[in-house]
């Protein structure tokens, strides 16, 4: 292994941070980073928006369901799908203005979350540290008002970035031989799926059961197993109902769908 992929697998989320403050130096190599990402035709129909300011940071917490670290971290990093600066200089140049429908959005959603990636790995590079949040995109509505985003312009991934103060464990993936097909897709026997999960369901439930506030919520919904919480207490048919049509509302409101 040499040093980048070992890096690679080192990675964890950081959700607590010191108060030391990321240098406009730093911030700016990794950003630029950012850009260097491969970019569908080149276009790089992406935009990040830096949260530095505190009051802006308050107004994001409320959209990010008020988890602690988007506060805690010195930057939050918003990484948008954006049109809008490419539309505008097909308009300028008496081009033929397309890129406003769903495929567009995919396409400049892909720029921006490759992006995101990099950006994560030159920051863990430098030492630092972050945690994705989710909440980008179930509240990408109201993060697109405060942060006053224009139309063809979409919040797709953010994170948490700052200098670690926690040093958590290590979190197993899946097995790799079950992510992975050569040449076609093996469709697994239901034997093969409960193996895939079998030690993420001990390890799961154990993660849930230590810590006394979930394991007050996984009572509270009354879960088994390690599915029934993912279903029953965190990704709700009704929450995720809801989300996907927030979502698809707000893609129209931005002149995407
Ligand atoms: C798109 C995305 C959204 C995420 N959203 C959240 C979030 O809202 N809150 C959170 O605490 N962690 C969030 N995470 C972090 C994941 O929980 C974490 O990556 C996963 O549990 C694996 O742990 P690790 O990153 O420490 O290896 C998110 C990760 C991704 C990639």
Not at 6 to 27: G, N, T
Not at 51 to 65: G, L, N, P, S, V
Not at 84 to 100: H, K, P, Q
Not at 182 to 201: G, P
Request: some cysteine; proline content about 3%.
């Amino acid at each position: 292994m040499n040093e980048f992929i070992q890096q690679l697998h080192s990675h964890r989320s950081i959700r607590k941070f010191s108060d030391k403050e990321i240098s406009q130096s730093d911030l700016e190599l990794i950003l630029s980073a950012a850009a260097s990402a491969s970019s569908s035709g080149n276009m790089q129909s992406f935009s990040v928006v830096v949260t530095r300011d505190r009051a802006m940071k308050e107004r994001m917490y409320q959209a990010h369901f008020e988890q602690s670290m988007l506060m805690d971290a010195p930057i939050f990093l918003t990484f948008c799908a954006d049109f809008y600066r490419m539309r505008r200089w097909l308009t300028l140049s008496e081009a033929a203005n397309n890129f406003d429908n769903y495929m567009s959005f995919m396409i400049a959603s892909i720029d921006a979350i490759l992006a995101s990636q990099n950006a994560a790995l030159a920051a863990e590079s430098l030492g630092m540290g972050l945690c994705y949040m989710g909440t980008t995109l179930a509240s990408a509505g109201e993060i697109g008002e405060i942060l006053e985003l224009p139309e063809n312009v979409v919040p797709v991934v953010g994170f948490a970035l700052g200098h670690p103060d926690e040093a958590p464990d290590l979190r197993k993936r899946l097995p790799l031989e079950s992510l992975i097909h050569y040449e076609k897709y093996h469709k697994y026997s239901d034997e093969e799926v409960l193996e895939i999960y079998r030690e993420r369901e001990v390890e799961g439930m154990k993660r849930y059961r230590d810590n006394p506030r979930l394991h007050q919520m996984i009572k509270d919904v009354g879960a088994k197993n390690l599915a029934q919480v993912y279903t029953q207490a965190k990704y709700t048919e009704e929450s995720h109902l809801k989300y996907s049509e927030d979502l698809i509302a707000y893609l129209k409101r931005q002149n995407f769908f």
